[in-house]
């Protein structure tokens, strides 16, 4: 049964939303025309995954400047589980990244990303929650993502709101032992609008 389909029924859960409305490119070239000496015109990309590499539904993603589309400057696999009240998005690396670059348009390198090929983030995963006609998503708590960055051990505070055809995040780096801000954006957050959706790759098994 494909996202299509789904759609046309009234009663479908949170998961199969929020799978539909992140699986997409997103752009946030308005931004970028507007400001552009704050802001580089950037797509992200979630592109999904066949449904028997995680037995359920997972993405992979893509960061990538406009100008250099080949040359993403971050990759991940994630995994969304229903967890009933939430939705829990298992983060992923990629263990040879490179290999993979242009997969989020490109469905034969797509295909070639295997569960060997992956390794878990452990506490930076992304919990995400229905909020009307939105869901608002942030990394676990803890301050665990550790990520260090200019010889800086920082934490991930990350956080996200995404409606059916937009994305907004804000990412920043936090010294573990000032709390102070030492990367990410100070101008705000980074707002994104989807140019293609890729949802009817979904695939959905009851």
């Not at 997103?26 to 979630?46: D, E, G, M, R």
């Not at 040359?71 to 939430?86: A, C, M, N, W």
């Not at 348009?105 to 992304?126: A, G, K, Q, V």
């Amino acid at each position: 049964m494909n996202i299509s389909q789904i759609n046309d029924k009234t009663n479908f859960d949170n998961l199969i939303i929020l799978a539909s409305w992140i699986a997409g490119d997103f752009s946030n070239k308005k931004q970028a025309l507007a400001n552009p000496t704050l802001y580089a015109h950037i797509h992200v990309f979630f592109r999904p995954l066949p449904y028997q590499f995680f037995s359920g539904i997972g993405f992979y993603s893509e960061q990538v400047y406009d100008y250099d589309l080949w040359s993403p400057y971050r990759q991940g696999v994630h995994q969304l589980i229903d967890k009933g009240d939430h939705i829990y998005i298992e983060n992923y690396g990629l263990k040879d990244p490179i290999l993979y670059a242009g997969a989020a348009r490109e469905l034969d390198i797509l295909h070639t990303i295997t569960p060997d090929n992956i390794e878990r983030r452990y506490n930076c995963s992304m919990v995400f929650q229905r909020d009307g006609e939105k869901f608002l998503g942030s990394v676990e708590p803890g301050n665990k993502c550790l990520i260090n960055k200019r010889g800086c051990e920082t934490y991930l505070v990350s956080e996200v709101e995404l409606t059916e055809n937009t994305w907004v995040s804000l990412d920043r780096g936090m010294d573990v032992n000032t709390h102070k801000q030492v990367w990410g954006s100070e101008a705000g957050p980074l707002k994104f609008e989807k140019q293609t959706s890729f949802a009817d790759e979904l695939l959905i098994k009851n």
